[in-house]
């Protein structure tokens, strides 16, 4: 059997000590033996720290200070600072521990930041021209300054660029916020002039390429249409920039505006004089309507062909000067009051 024998006469196992200080034990063991033993108790009071939950500005620097029971204490920080106080503008949860000798106790506080309050919107864009009124957000900052340089709860905007603003809000902090604005011209519309022209023609109005939208009074939305009929024509369109024209023409068909009939010459002179020098040279007029005439030879072959009023035989085949002699033309068109007609008949080449 072991026996133990303690610095404050204990003869027990174990020790149950309230006083700090050297405590010393001595065993005899069942041989006999002696051995000597210390162990030294210190008693530190209990630690504590705190530091509160703190809301401040956006990336505005502020600094902590610990709250703590004990001026011997050591006091470390979870982004590895030490001290009293800590200094950061990054938000989050952050813990401080103070010890004081063996002893150590922590507090986790929060750090964020308050709401944002400055929201400018999205980038503006305006057609041909700038000048509108911009007002702040909010009407309670305590200070705002357009631009770097004017202040006031309302801008004047008149240039494109990049709008900028930077406001103080009634917490103190400062916020900035800024958007883009765009200047596009509206897009070239022209769909020509007034007009009166033959109930024949049907001219194609046309409101331009590569519109984002097109809209007529006919409610058609393509980017050409047919004037079949008399009357106000009116288109608007909006370019890929959201742009917007707007354009009218006056169409007036009328069936009498230029003779139906055509007048076929019976001959002609190509002979370079500047008279009467390709055939048939006629007065038709009716630009836009139906219009084809075939020239031939007395046995039928078919020396030349015309689409347009505008075509004329120059009396030469294949770059050769034709004979002398008659030939025979047919032609076909629909009038000014939209008739169809046609001739057929003879006419002679005369050098």
Known sequence: MIAYLWSNNSIDREIFVTQKGWYFVGIVTVNGCRSIDSVRVDHFPEVTVSVGDT?????????????????????????????????????????????????????????????????????????????????????????????????????????????????????GCIERDSLMVRLYNSPLLNLGPDTTICLSENPILDAGFGMRSYKWNNGKNTQKITAYD?????????????????????????????????????????????????????????????????????WGEKLAEFAHPDGNWDGYINGVPAQEGVYVFRVTWVGCDNQRRSLFGDFTLLR
């Open 55 to 171: 809301i401040g500005c956006e990336n505005v620097p502020l600094t902590f200070t610990a709250v703590y029971n004990d001026a011997n204490a050591s006091i470390k920080w979870s982004n590895g600072a030490s001290g009293p106080t800590m200094t950061t503008g990054q938000s989050g949860t952050y813990t401080v521990t103070a010890t004081v000798g063996l002893c150590s106790t922590s507090d986790n506080f929060e750090f964020d930041y308050f709401p944002r309050e400055l929201e400018l919107g999205p980038d503006l864009q305006f057609c041909d021209i700038i000048d509108t009124l911009i007002s702040s957000p909010q009407n309670d900052f305590k200070s705002v300054i357009w631009n770097d340089e004017i202040p006031g709860m309302n801008y004047r905007l008149r240039e494109s660029g990049i709008l900028k603003i930077s406001v103080v809000t009634q917490n």
């Open 230 to 298: 008399s009357g106000l024509y009116t288109v608007e369109i909006v370019s890929t920039n959201g742009c917007r024209s707007r354009d009218s023409v006056w169409i007036n068909k009328r069936k009498d505006l230029f003779p139906s009939d055509i007048y076929m010459p019976n001959a002609f002179t190509p002979n370079g004089d500047g008279l009467n020098d390709v055939y048939p040279l006629n007065q038709y007029q009716v630009k836009g309507a139906e219009y084809r005439l075939w020239v031939y030879n007395r």
